[in-house]
């Protein structure tokens, strides 16, 4: 056994196992069975509070402040249920053959991606945090071959069990912060996987508007195809409880990037907030879209200074 696999055997991570375990075999329930106990799992989520409940609401009542207090608990308590779900679908990508799911997916636009690829020059794939994240990236990967960026999990057992799934089923998994194998990729014709809607914090990022808000929005992408001549595709996908299926929709952005970072920042956001508002509730509003802020106030109050005071704690 590797040192790095007898690290992982350390009592301390006892508990990450028996939740992977919970997990691994909560995926192998008749589906649905396995949206409810997810929609479970989230409602008890909700319930219990915590900081991610407060993120979610900060975000619905920053981006849907037409909605009235009750509209917004709604999506709150159906984003968490709709997490919960997510949880045993990642489980299920990670661990199990997708293959047997063929008949519950719907892709829109796979032969604009087919012909963005068959330029040569590569194709940025932007993606979202929707919370059918991982099943949607497994089902397509049945149709064609891709790279996918990945960040690291501070938990290291969540970071195996989810990187050696990933590597099961794309062609590289490649760390985000490792932008030269990136642009390598894609000079060599791949499709490259990335989520377009991170905060990535000053440094990497120009701010433009997001439902009416400003935020820090990644420029790497355009500039990586524009470096390229690389296509951008978009990929937004959503779940179907009731017929328990799946649909994906890729299409190309034309005339993208533009060469001019703020126009093409604008756009994006643009492009995925549509996205977004066919299914809001389906939307990953756990994470903390606006936590880089432009007059560098703290939109998720506690949590944002406690970020500041511990920096490597807590995903984005």
């Known amino acids: 056994m590797s040192p790095r696999n007898l690290r992982l055997a350390a009592p301390w991570h006892w508990p990450s196992w028996a939740l992977v375990g919970a ?123 891709f790279d996918v960026i990945y960040r690291h999990n501070r938990n290291a057992v969540i970071d195996w069990a989810m990187r050696r799934g ?13 932008m030269r194998r990136v642009a390598r990729r894609l000079k060599q014709g791949h499709i490259v996987w990335y989520a377009a809607d991170q905060d990535f914090g000053r440094r990497h990022s120009i701010f433009a508007p997001f439902f009416g808000h400003p935020a820090a929005t990644i420029t790497a992408g355009a500039r990586l195809a524009r470096m390229h001549g690389s296509a951008v595709v978009l990929m937004s996908h959503l779940r179907d409880e009731a017929r328990q299926t799946w649909s994906l929709r890729l299409r190309r952005l034309p005339d993208y990037p533009s060469g001019d970072d703020a126009a093409d920042a604008a756009r994006m956001n643009q492009a995925i907030e549509a996205e977004i ?38 995903a984005g």
Not at 76 to 101: C, D, I, K, M, N
Not at 105 to 134: N, P
Not at 288 to 302: N, V
Request: net charge positive.
């Open 23 to 145: 997990a691994w075999l909560g995926c192998r329930l008749p589906l649905r069975w396995q949206f409810a106990l997810g929609r479970r799992l989230g409602r008890f989520a909700f319930q219990a509070g915590g900081r991610r409940r407060a993120i979610t609401e900060t975000n619905i009542a920053l981006c849907f402040p037409e909605l009235d207090a009750a509209a917004r608990a709604a999506m709150a308590r159906s984003t968490f249920e709709g997490v919960g779900v997510g949880l045993l679908e990642a489980a299920y990508a990670w661990s199990r053959p997708t293959a047997r799911l063929a008949g519950r997916i719907e892709i829109h636009g796979l032969s604009a991606l087919r012909e963005a690829q068959a330029e040569g020059r590569g194709v940025l794939l932007a993606g979202m945090h929707f919370a059918t994240l991982d099943i949607a990236g497994a089902l397509l990967a049945e149709q064609i071959d």
């Open 166 to 178: 990933r590597e099961r089923r794309y062609q590289a998994v490649i760390e985000r912060s490792d």
């Open 277 to 314: 508002r066919c299914r809001p509730d389906q939307y990953l509003w756990l994470h903390r879209r606006f936590k880089t802020h432009p007059e560098g106030k703290a939109l998720y109050g506690r949590a944002q200074r406690r970020r500041k005071r511990r920096p490597n704690a807590g």
